[in-house]
């Protein structure tokens, strides 16, 4: 079944990027934490409703000439608010979506999905990562279990940020001993 | 028409003005969705060529659709406007 909020996989079989090399192997799969959509789903599901209450804003504000304009222009403009939050709907879940952040054998990739239009990949490679640390703030955070995890390289040329991520403890240990067998392989 | 004629007609056209810039923005904003609809299934197609899972197939079918229903509204919209 479709998984619609996935954040965390480990050692997904089913997910390439498309830099991938032959040999390399994604170790971990992350999204954001799927708790941080609950925001624009909350003002997405409060607007579906704002037209029921355009009638008794009107009359209070004293915009009462809404009424006066023919039934269809103003289906059209009922329409078309519907529309935007979908439009609203579509880009928040693809910005989501899309935003990831990879764990291989070989690399660190951040998937970074700006806007509909922009969009950037940074990719370290994992024997330049000088250490990884978690930054877990917040009853919020604390009790889903979710924050940021700062990786940084060897002079500091690139740094990555995972933000509000799941399980950053784990990350952090994964990143660490995926740095620790790599290095022992090429020792 | 007398003096009082136009005075009293004068309202409605500009109701009727009013009207039409109404529906032509309606059908511009229509429009304007239909863009957004574009731009998000190139940047679908892009996405998921970047980053290949599962779910592109079904990203890709769905961005069409989106796309497709988007033209579909403006279409209606322009018939039932100034059809």
Known sequence: ?187 | MSIEGQILSAPLLFEGAVEAVLRALSILLFGMYFIFSLVVLRQVNLMTETLITEAGLWMRAGAIIHAGFALAVTVLFIGLLFG
Do not use: C
Request: proline share 5%; net charge neutral; glycine share 4%.
């Open chain 1, 1 to 187: 079944m479709l998984n619609l909020f996935p954040s965390l996989s480990r050692r997904p079989l089913k997910i390439k990027f498309v830099e991938q090399e032959p040999d390399e192997h994604i170790e971990l799969f992350l999204r954001q934490h799927w708790i941080t959509n609950l925001g624009w789903i909350a003002s997405a599901f409060i607007a579906l409703f704002f037209p029921l209450f355009l009638p008794l804003l009107s009359r209070l504000v004293g915009l009462e000439f809404i009424f006066a304009i023919p039934p269809v222009v103003r289906l059209a403009f009922l329409v078309l608010w519907y529309l935007l939050i979908l439009a609203f709907v579509i880009e928040r879940y693809m910005f989501w979506y899309f935003n990831v952040y990879i764990v291989t054998n070989k690399h660190i990739i951040d998937i970074i999905f700006h806007s509909l239009l922009s969009r950037s990949i940074t990719e370290i490679q994992l024997d330049d990562v000088q250490s990884a640390r978690s930054h877990l703030k917040g009853i919020f955070r604390s009790l889903f279990n979710f924050g940021d995890v700062i990786i940084e390289t060897a002079a500091k040329k690139q740094n990555i940020e995972f933000l509000s991520v799941p399980r950053p403890d784990f990350v952090t240990d994964l990143i660490s001993d995926l740095r620790g067998h790599h290095r022992g392989g090429h020792a």
